[in-house]
C-alpha cells in the first residue's frame, strides 16, 4: 500500500507566501514524478507543477515566476513553494506521485488534498 501525506495548507492574505509538503510512504520501489495539482470550486482540477526524478520541472503559465516545486529524493517527498500569493490561487491543492509500486506495477497516487485560501 501507497499512502501519499500533505502538509502546509492554510489561510493567508494575498501577497503572502506558504510551502506545502507531501510525503509518500509505503511499497515504494521508484518513483518517476511528482506533481501538484489544484481544484478550485465548480472548476476541474489542473496541473499546477510537476518534477521528474531527474529534477526537470514544468509549472502552469498562471503560477510561473511565484511558485517553486522541489523534491527530497531520499525522503519521498515533494513541495511547493509559493510566494506572492493571489485570491486566484484559492483551491484545494493535490499531491500526485507517479511511481512503481513493489505491490501494484506502475501507478499514479494521489493524496487527500489540502486547502489553501488566499484572501484579499
Known amino acids: 500500500q501507497v499512502q501519499l501525506v500533505e502538509s502546509g495548507g492554510g489561510l493567508v492574505q494575498a501577497g503572502g507566501s506558504l510551502r506545502l509538503s507531501c510525503a509518500a510512504s509505503g511499497s515504494i520501489f521508484s518513483i518517476i514524478n511528482m506533481s501538484w495539482y489544484r481544484q478550485a470550486p465548480g472548476q476541474q482540477r489542473e496541473l499546477v507543477a510537476a518534477i521528474t526524478r531527474g529534477s526537470s520541472t514544468n509549472y502552469a503559465d498562471s503560477v510561473k515566476g511565484r511558485f517553486t516545486i522541489s523534491r527530497d529524493s531520499a525522503k519521498n517527498t515533494v513541495y511547493l513553494q509559493m510566494n506572492s500569493l493571489k485570491p486566484e490561487d484559492t483551491a484545494i491543492y493535490y499531491c500526485?506521485?507517479?511511481?512503481?509500486?513493489?505491490?501494484?506495477?506502475?501507478?499514479?497516487?494521489w493524496g487527500q488534498g489540502t486547502q489553501v485560501t488566499v484572501s484579499s
Open positions: 500526485n506521485a507517479h511511481l512503481v509500486s513493489g505491490v501494484t506495477g506502475t501507478k499514479d497516487y
